[in-house]
């Protein structure tokens, strides 16, 4: 399985970006998906997940209301909208492949891990 992270870049505070991850090598619509992030000094955290089929969606408290998590399996695409940027939010950003099992808020659950797209939000 390879995940390929894009989108990122330098944003001002109360702007916008829009992150895609594509994904190959295996059936991309059977699993869940999910967004993690890693702000320098700091341990990866969950930002938000998609179940297969993007029936559900789950997202951590201090993006909610804000980021919008997606899905196209005809394009084996995974998306994540982020709007009213803040410089809290800056981060390496990474997409995942979920395992089945375990917690989608766990990034121990999760299998493959695409190599991240730098967000950098300025004040």
């Known amino acids: 399985v390879q995940l390929q992270a894009s989108g990122g870049g330098l944003v001002q505070a109360g702007g916008s970006l829009r992150l895609s991850c594509a994904a190959s090598?295996?059936?991309?619509?059977?699993?869940?998906m999910a967004w993690f992030r890693q702000a320098p000094g700091k341990e990866r955290e969950f930002v938000a997940a998609?179940?297969?089929?993007?029936?559900?969606?789950y997202y951590a408290d201090s993006v909610k209301g804000r980021f919008t998590i997606s899905r196209d399996d005809a394009k084996n695409t995974l998306y994540l909208q982020m709007n009213s940027l803040k410089p809290e939010d800056t981060a390496v950003y990474c997409c995942?492949?979920?395992?089945?099992?375990?917690?989608?808020?766990?990034?121990?659950?999760?299998?493959?891990w695409g190599q991240g797209t730098q967000v950098t939000v300025s004040s």
């Open positions: 090598g295996r059936t991309f619509s059977s699993a869940a």
């Open positions: 998609i179940a297969w089929g993007g029936s559900r969606t």
């Open positions: 995942a492949l979920h395992s089945g099992r375990g917690s989608y808020y766990y990034r121990q659950s999760y299998d493959y």
